[in-house]
């Protein structure tokens, strides 16, 4: 999956009709830090695209990843016994379903820690 943030930071702005200037002046930030996202030069922190995705009402995966995301979800029927491989491709919600798909990062940080502190 292919973050798009900066094309859709562009469209976006653009589709509203504002300004670098106008949209860096309504998220607290310069027009240089608008820039510099839609180019893709560097992307804001976790708490800018919340406030990004909350300004323009759409989700944070949206914003990050494009509506294409939205749409292969609603085409996917989930079984409870549907023992498919495209789990990891789904976005994780919370600490759980980290822990359910990837368990095994945890299990490795734990025996890396332990090489080091016994």
Known sequence: MKIIFSDNLLA?????NLSQEELG???FVTRQS????ESGEVT????????IADYFNIQVEELLFGKEIY???S?????????????DQRPI???WEFLERDYW??????GTLGIFFF
């Open 12 to 16: 976006l702005r653009k589709e509203k």
């Open 25 to 27: 002046s309504d998220l």
């Open 34 to 37: 608008i820039s510099k996202w």
């Open 44 to 51: 804001p922190d976790l708490n800018k695209i919340q406030m």
């Open 71 to 73: 749409n292969l979800k």
């Open 75 to 87: 085409d996917k029927s989930h079984n409870l016994f549907d023992d498919d491989d495209d789990d």
């Open 93 to 95: 919600n919370n600490f």
């Open 105 to 110: 990062i945890i299990i490795m940080i734990i």
